[in-house]
């Protein structure tokens, strides 16, 4: 049986994530920018995914203005298509709730069709693009957005629109 656990990302762990880093980005960040995020962003929030004590995945995430904005999510390449990237999307939804916010954001490579489509099946929309947002090589990002119901802008009880 597999033992999923979720837990906040910590230094230490960074070896790990920059292996799935590099196997999952053309342009992958560099560790600096981690250990930024990890020791001086507080309004960062980075999790990890282990199987028993194996980091498969993580997913980062900004509290920014009433939304989250996802900055990155990552599966090992042996671990993608079994549901992993959409648990750490859960993870997010959880951290929505517990802030009350109405909205979450990301960017996505326009040639990255896969990940797109996870965020659709997901509840994403595409909603705008950021021209020449990449800088290895210029390419378009696309916005993708999940708007929820119950945040902090309309006051409701909160819900997911589902």
């Known amino acids: 049986m597999v033992t999923l656990e979720i837990r906040l990302m910590k230094l230490s762990d ?5 292996e799935i880093e590099k ?20 309004r960062s929030r980075y999790l990890v995914l282990e199987d028993e ?7 980062g995430m900004w509290f920014v203005h009433g939304e989250i904005h996802i900055t990155s999510l990552a599966v090992a390449p042996e671990y993608r298509r079994k549901g992993i990237a959409s648990r ?7 951290a929505a709730r517990e802030k009350k916010v109405f909205r979450i954001t990301l960017e996505v490579r326009a040639s990255n069709k896969v990940a797109r489509n996870l965020y659709k099946k997901e509840g994403f929309t595409e909603a705008g693009i950021r021209p020449g ?30």
């Open 133 to 162: 947002y990449y800088s290895d090589n210029r390419e378009d990002a696309v916005i993708m957005t999940r708007e929820l119901k119950g945040g902090k802008e309309d006051g409701q009880g909160f819900n997911f629109g589902d």
């Open 53 to 59: 004590d194996l980091i498969i995945g993580y997913v």
């Open 14 to 18: 960074l070896q790990r994530i920059i």
């Open 88 to 94: 750490l999307i859960e993870e997010v939804y959880k």
């Open 23 to 42: 196997k999952s980005f053309r342009s992958p960040w560099p560790e600096r920018l981690f250990r930024h995020e990890l020791a001086r962003n507080r």
